[in-house]
């Protein structure tokens, strides 16, 4: 379990990272999310040690990361795929990795097969690897160590949707297994895709955190019946708010078992009710993401 607390840390006058709290549990895949320069990288290189914290803590269960003896054991970390030698193979870097902490060179072969990398692409040079094969190979450095806790900066970068796919279901088996995992992202349907927790940062400060089905829940249902008129009076009657949607039915500012109840009530037929989709999560982050936008696109020369 990683925990941090009241984490943070300047850079001379500029705040990166402002009082963050979080934990990531065992069993769960809490997902780090915020637009570019929020403080997801250096919330993440002060839990693993590679950054003073200016204040606060952050422990993996309950020790700080340059206390671990052997961390590798304990923790595996993927902060930039880039960082490996271009020259070596990719079986030539998970060695040399295994010697190091001292695990059996069979966690090469394992670890390859944990992120589907052939022993083939595994005998190529870095310098020839895909963004995807290294975000890969990255991982199955971070894994070879057997750790319980995972620490994964932007992992699913590069990759296309089926290797996101693949990663989500590597992810949750470990999770499921026991593990903990702490990725972060920039994009929050990559993250939803994959994350059972988030933890969503802006400018250095944690703007919301809970589990997945929470936040996108957040408030309301989506409800369309059979007879769109008659759904519409019978929510009219009942005195909640509600708005049209594109689809024909309507977004209700209200618990999907409170607009069954109104519907059953007026004798509506309902062809579909559910949680609301998230809209207020997407909102918000489109906010913090369009605070933090440095440049707009321009539309100087387009006809
Ligand atoms: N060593 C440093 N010196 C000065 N400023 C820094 C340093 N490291 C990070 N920062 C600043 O702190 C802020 C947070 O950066 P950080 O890399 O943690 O963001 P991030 O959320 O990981 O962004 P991204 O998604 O772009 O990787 C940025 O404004 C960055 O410029």
Not at 188 to 193: A, G
Not at 264 to 284: I, K, N, P, S, T
Request: glycine residues 12%; contains cysteine; negative net charge.
């Amino acid at each position: 379990m990683i925990e941090v607390k009241n984490l943070s840390k300047r850079y001379g006058d500029f705040v990166a990272v402002d009082d963050v709290s979080f934990t990531c549990k065992p069993g769960r895949v809490t997902g780090f999310l915020g637009p570019n320069g929020a403080g997801k990288s250096t919330t993440m290189r002060i839990i693993t040690g590679l950054t003073p914290a200016g204040a606060g803590t952050a422990t993996i269960n309950g020790v700080a990361y340059h206390d671990i003896p052997n961390p590798s054991t304990h923790v595996g970390v993927l902060l930039d795929a880039s960082a490996q030698h271009a020259g070596r193979t990719g079986a030539e870097i998970l060695r040399l990795s295994a010697m190091t902490i001292g695990a059996p060179l069979s966690r090469v072969d394992e670890a390859l097969a944990m992120v589907s990398l052939t022993q083939e692409e595994a005998s190529r040079r870095v310098r020839n690897y895909s963004l995807g094969m290294r975000q890969r190979l990255g991982i199955a450095n971070a894994l070879i160590g057997d750790p319980q806790v995972l620490i994964l900066d932007e992992p699913a970068n590069g990759l296309d949707p089926a290797g996101i796919h693949w990663m989500r279901t590597l992810l949750r088996e470990y999770a499921d297994r026991g593990g903990a995992v702490l990725l972060s992202s920039h994009l929050l349907h990559e993250i939803e895709i994959i994350a059972d927790d988030l933890v969503v940062i802006g400018h250095g400060r944690i703007v919301a955190q809970g589990t997945k089905e929470e936040l996108l829940a957040g408030t309301g249902a989506v409800v369309r019946g059979a007879d769109r008129n008659h759904l519409g009076t019978a929510l009219q009657a009942s005195g909640v708010a509600f708005h049209d949607r594109q689809d024909g039915g309507f977004a209700v500012e209200q618990t999907p078992e409170v607009v069954g109840k109104i519907a059953l009530d007026a004798g509506v037929h309902l062809v579909e009710l559910r949680g609301g989709d998230g809209a207020r999560l997407e909102e918000m982050f489109l906010q913090l993401t369009q605070q933090t936008q440095r440049e707009q696109p321009s539309t100087q020369g387009v006809q």
